[in-house]
């Protein structure tokens, strides 16, 4: 397993988000994966914030959902799932160089957004007691994952339609 370069970084000086140590990826994810956002998303559907390294936040459409924010962790992507879960993206291929890792990691994570802001990733659970996602294609939920998870699945753009 190939890890990137790694030097101390904060997310102290961004309020509100979680302080930990980051690995750090030169080039980093996030230089991939900004100059892509303006011509893959509509203008005003999210904000990029001042920090180093940038949190993205693309705002929720319906308030049941919440807000999407995309983190670069260093070696990897986290995006958290509005009100609803977390996922994580990174790569460990061999042979590859971290600026095609940080290009793959960033590609990743912007065909993640187009599905789910296309409806096309169902959100279930909550960030308190456990939820998680799944791609729509894959049929109904299961009775029992629903009821487990509170009983309503969502998609982007609001509840999803049983």
């Known amino acids: ?21 980051l690995a750090v ?3 980093s994810i996030t230089s991939y994966l900004v100059p892509k956002l303006p011509a893959t998303f509509r203008a005003g559907s999210f904000r990029i914030s001042e920090a180093s390294p ?15 924010v995309v983190h670069d962790d260093g070696d990897e992507v986290t995006v958290e799932c509005g009100n609803f879960t977390h996922t994580h993206f990174a790569n460990y291929d061999d042979g590859i160089d971290n600026a095609e890792r940080a290009k793959r990691i960033a590609d990743a994570v912007l065909g993640f957004l187009r599905d789910l802001f296309a409806d096309q990733i169902e ?5 308190k007691s ?11 939920l ?11 699945s ?4 609001g509840p999803k339609s049983k």
Do not use: C
Not at 123 to 127: A, E, M, R, V
Not at 131 to 140: A, D, I, K, L
């Open 25 to 27: 990826m030169e080039p």
């Open 154 to 157: 969502y998609v982007w753009s």
């Open 130 to 140: 456990g939820g998680g996602w799944r791609r729509v294609s894959r049929g109904p």
């Open 123 to 127: 959100l279930y659970g909550s960030h």
């Open 54 to 68: 940038p949190v993205v936040v693309f705002h929720a459409i319906h308030p049941a959902v919440g807000d999407v």
């Open 1 to 21: 397993m190939h890890r990137a370069r790694s030097s101390a970084k904060s997310w102290a000086d961004v309020p509100g988000q979680r302080t930990r140590a």
């Open 142 to 152: 299961e009775r029992e994952s629903t009821s487990l998870f509170g009983g309503q």
